[in-house]
């Protein structure tokens, strides 16, 4: 359900703005730690910007460990709060807004912000889950900007070529046009909200498909050079918090990891690889001599029984495009005794590479007893009530018990050469079952994101061979130098991206 109640009269008098600071902890007055507060006060009330009149919203999702993640950012943010003034600004959780499954693409929400918040608020600011906030600064830091202009901030990624994943968008000058890195945080002026908000009431969203939802934002915003160009913001950062190249910045990357275990073992995995006759020679060589020797339980599911790979023939004819009558035939054949009983299911393109000690680091923070259907998230006609869905190349992890829903729901294709992930992506949105990102997956080669944004991940996955030594990629970006044997997981610098 939305939130209907509209925090009001934010701002007063500007000139009354220092008695919202009188509940600071006197006390601690003469420790370092109250001298901290007294210059955060100072900071925010020479700022003449009242915290009331920022609205936090955490882009989170609807997973027990990540709303788990959301509100600790939440307490985290509403703690520094406290200490400041006794009227903390409002700290929303993404997932929790409404029941509509496209709302996590940020722009359909945008009639809801501006209703509920534009009267009364200044700044509307996004936040990851693992986004960290020293409030005083950024307080600090958006008083150099005049809210009421129509004004989009944040840490500027851009392409070094053409992308398909951003449909090949100025492709004559790919870095020309600058998006938001969602991990530093980002925020819009409320009058950027409210003409937003009416543009789209008046003007349904034309995107069927949501890829990549930091670079589909600012094209929204920027409307062909009608709108505002991100603004850069130095002090939103993607350092982590205790380096010091951090010192000036307003927002950090944590540098603990979640609390989430040891990683899954090996023999809780079972990997399916989607493969045919023709790329038996090609493809699957790479898989073997890459990421194939971390996987206890693996095959190979094929058109064309070969036993010196070995695949195995589902009796599904190779289609060209989209291969949904295998990847039900491998639903099927996993939740039956002619595999070995796993917790999760991995399903990879042949052309997809993929760091197995990292994933199982990753899935020590999820619960295979529920539903989970991880990996990078895209989204499809979702401002006119379409569905989420894992886009495949990246590779589908399926919890158990996701898996025996989905075949339960007689969820099938349509045909076989139906888009599987698409497909499987309407079942779960007909099951109410959510579709969990991880950033950490990718659809494409390396070379089709921005070099910043991968800077400051351990990524998990890479798809396709395209232009690229699939080995020579996967040695440079995937290969495991860290090792998950250990009961704390991996060392301190991958252990912060998850």
């Known amino acids: 359900m939305l939130w209907n109640s509209v925090v009001t009269g934010h701002k007063l008098a500007r000139c ?3 008695l919202s600071f009188f509940h600071i902890n006197i006390g601690n007055v003469n420790t370092g730690q109250g001298s901290q507060n007294q210059d955060d006060m100072h900071a925010i009330y020479d700022s003449q910007l009242d915290l009331r009149e920022i609205v936090f919203v955490i882009q989170s999702q609807s997973n027990s460990f990540h709303t788990t993640q959301a509100e600790r950012r939440r307490a985290e943010l509403l703690k520094q709060a406290e200490s400041l003034t006794k009227n903390p600004p409002l700290v929303l959780l993404l997932h929790s807004l409404s029941n509509n499954e496209g709302d996590w693409s940020i722009l359909p929400l945008l009639p809801y912000f501006s209703k509920s918040f534009g ?18 600064k950024l307080v600090e830091v958006l008083t150099k900007f005049d809210w009421r202009k129509e004004l989009f901030l944040g840490k ?11 449909h090949y968008a100025f492709a004559e000058n790919p870095s020309v046009f600058k998006y938001p890195d969602f991990a530093a945080g980002w925020a819009l002026s409320i009058g950027l909200v409210q003409r937003l908000a009416n543009k789209v009431r008046d003007e349904p969203l034309k995107s069927d498909f949501t890829i990549d939802l930091k670079h589909e934002v600012a094209l929204y915003i920027w409307d062909n050079g009608k709108g505002p160009h991100l603004t850069a913001v130095p002090e939103l950062c993607t350092y982590q918090e205790d380096s010091s190249k951090a010192q000036h910045c307003a927002t950090t990357l944590s540098s603990l990891p979640p609390l989430c275990g040891a990683p899954v073992n090996k023999e809780d995995i079972f990997v399916a690889v989607k493969t045919c006759k023709k790329f038996h020679s090609e493809r699957v060589p790479v898989v073997k001599k890459t990421w194939e020797n971390e996987a206890t339980f693996l095959e190979y599911y094929s ?5 010196s790979i070995p695949t195995i023939d589902l009796g599904i004819p190779n289609t060209e495009r989209g291969h949904c009558g295998k990847t039900f035939a491998i639903l099927k054949r996993y939740v039956t005794d002619a595999v070995p009983k796993t917790s999760w299911l991995l399903i990879v393109d042949d052309d997809t590479l993929i760091s197995l000690p990292r994933l199982r680091v990753l899935l020590s923070c999820y619960e295979p007893s529920e539903p989970v259907c991880l990996g990078e998230k895209y989204g499809y006609g979702l401002s006119q009530g379409g569905y989420s869905y894992i886009t495949g190349g990246g590779g589908m992890v399926f919890s158990r018990e996701a898996a025996v829903r989905l075949l339960n729901s007689g969820c099938k294709c349509y045909s076989n050469d139906a888009p599987d992930d698409m497909v499987l992506g309407m079942c779960l949105n007909a099951l109410g079952l959510p579709v969990t990102h991880s950033p950490l997956f990718h659809q494409a080669r390396p070379d089709d994101y921005a070099r910043d ?23 440079k970006w995937l290969k495991n130098d860290l090792e998950a044997t250990v009961a704390d997981g991996l060392d301190k610098s991958t252990k912060t991206e998850l």
């Open 453 to 475: 944004f991968l800077a400051h991940q351990v990524p998990i996955s890479f798809h396709k061979h395209w232009n690229i030594d699939p080995i020579a990629v996967f040695n």
């Open 16 to 18: 009354m703005i220092i």
């Open 303 to 307: 058109d064309h029984a070969d036993s």
């Open 119 to 136: 009267q009364n608020s200044s700044w509307i600011i996004f936040l990851e889950e693992e986004t960290n906030v020293k409030l005083s």
């Open 156 to 166: 500027p990624l851009h392409d070094e070529e053409s992308t398909i994943i951003h």
